[in-house]
């Protein structure tokens, strides 16, 4: 069904492939050799947690058919640059570390691309590594690359990058 249509490619590694259609609908299909089908459940799992909220895309579907998975989310703007930083920044990332704490939820891999702006309001996605708040994250994911540092380091670090580019 998605072949017939027009899109642009977000991200495609080793990992996954993420592509934007024309209807504004986002396509990831993970891979995730490694870790299995636990990060495809687990941000799927924390798109339906916080999908009332104003700080997650919007899971649109999901669907699993033998090894091919794929999640939908909306289009929710691009990632952050110095120039779309917006001027209540600082406001809108304590929103979104108040509602992440408030739905018990550490996103656990914040940095740039992750931290989209669409006219002006930011969302995060990529919530395949989200876990419980106040709990420490399994050992086999020390790999992880904000090294244990809190989801509001790694904001502020985000902006401090983009603002260096
Ligand atoms: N709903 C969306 N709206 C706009 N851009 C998006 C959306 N979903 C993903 N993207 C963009 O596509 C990029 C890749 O998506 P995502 O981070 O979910 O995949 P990934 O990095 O391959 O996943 P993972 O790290 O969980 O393996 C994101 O960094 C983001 O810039
Ligand atoms: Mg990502």
Known sequence: MDKTKNFRI?????IGCVKLYEDNIVVKRPYYRRSGTFMYENEIKWLKILKDTDIAVELLSYEKNGKDKIIRTRYWGEPITKE???????????HIMNTLKEYNCIHNDIKPVEILVK????????FGWSYEYNTKNPKEWNHLG????????????????????
């Open 10 to 14: 977000l991200k495609k590694d080793y």
């Open 146 to 165: 904000n090294n244990q540092e809190s989801d509001i380091d790694c904001f502020n670090n985000s902006i401090k990058q983009i603002m260096n580019c």
């Open 84 to 94: 779309t930083l917006p001027s209540d920044w600082e406001l809108q990332r304590d």
């Open 119 to 126: 006219d002006g309001k930011i969302r995060l996605c990529d």
